[in-house]
């Protein structure tokens, strides 16, 4: 707790009870259950509350499906390696992929229309959207 063991624990116990005195220790013992008791409460109705909002409970979530540590690059990149090549080539994937899964599935690909470009005339003004900003 705090990055204190033991031993360090004692000593500040005992330089507590001397620097606060037997008289008042019991006053202050009382008044740090206090404390406790509060910020437990504080924290049980911050727990309710946040599952009234989110309107989950939270022991339901799968915690471990959020963790960051599982998308591990290197893992990914090796299990997508050491994948098997078999899936099929979806018919509006780019000729380069088909081409590299088959002839067959190249054949399957529809042929994309060559792009075309429309060159404004010199001196004309680019469209512009006066709505769009």
């Known amino acids: 707790m705090f990055g204190i063991n033991g031993p360090e624990f004692i000593l500040l116990l005992l330089i507590g009870i001397l620097v606060i ?7 202050y013992t009382q ?9 437990r409460r504080m924290a049980s109705g911050a727990r ?8 989950i409970d939270i ?12 998308y591990d690059p290197r893992r990914i990149i090796k299990e997508a390696l050491l994948d098997d090549d078999s899936k ?10 088909a081409a590299a899964s088959g002839a067959a ?3 399957a690909a529809p ?3 060559d792009r075309v470009v429309q060159r404004l005339a010199a001196g004309e003004a680019a469209p512009f959207d006066t709505e769009a900003t």
Do not use: C, T
């Open 48 to 55: 309710e509350q946040i599952k009234d909002e989110v309107g």
């Open 31 to 39: 008044k740090l259950a206090n404390v406790v008791k509060e910020v």
């Open 105 to 107: 599935a190249a054949e």
């Open 111 to 113: 042929m994309r229309p």
């Open 21 to 27: 005195g037997p008289q008042r220790l019991p006053e």
């Open 59 to 70: 022991d339901d979530v799968d915690w471990k499906k959020y963790d960051p540590r599982q």
């Open 88 to 97: 099929p080539v979806s018919a509006g994937a780019p000729a380069a992929v």
